[in-house]
């Protein structure tokens, strides 16, 4: 799914980096993960092409730390909207027609709140930093 979305990044001109190193054996469901990285990469490629910008990136990193799954995605986007954690319950999105879009977050997030994980988001403006972390617990 990943390779899909790269592929989908590339297409679009977005510089894509991927640094991934984790076990096999996660403990959480395919489909959960599934959910977070497809909506969280298919945010962070809409705010790469909403951003105008000359240099579009995403970065997106996947280890275990400390009985953690960390996904962290780091990706351009435009300073002419701020995203926080409580745009989230507010079903954030860009798009003009706000009644059937914006529950991509609030898909990540009940998928981590399921999972007894958390999220932080870090907005820098022309830059947005989320940081998802998610335990791995022995089964």
């Known amino acids: 799914m990943v390779d899909i979305k790269r592929e989908k990044a590339r297409r679009e001109k977005i510089s894509f980096d991927i640094e991934i190193d984790v076990p096999r054996n996660l403990t959480i469901d395919d489909i959960d993960l ?28 996947m280890y275990v730390n400390e009985g953690y799954l960390i996904i962290k995605i780091v990706n351009t986007k435009s300073p002419s909207y701020f995203i926080d954690e409580e745009s989230i319950e507010q079903s954030f999105t860009t798009k003009p027609d706000k009644s ?32 998802i972390a998610l335990p791995q617990i022995e089964r």
Request: proline share 0%; hydrophobic share 40%.
């Open 100 to 131: 059937n879009h914006g529950i991509g977050l609030r898909n990540i997030k009940k998928v981590i709140v399921q999972n007894n994980g958390y999220i932080k988001l870090n907005d820098k403006g022309t830059v947005m930093e989320i940081q």
């Open 34 to 61: 599934s959910i977070v990285l497809s909506n969280v990469l298919d945010n962070a490629i809409e705010a790469c092409i909403s951003s105008n910008s000359v240099n579009m990136t995403i970065d997106l990193k």
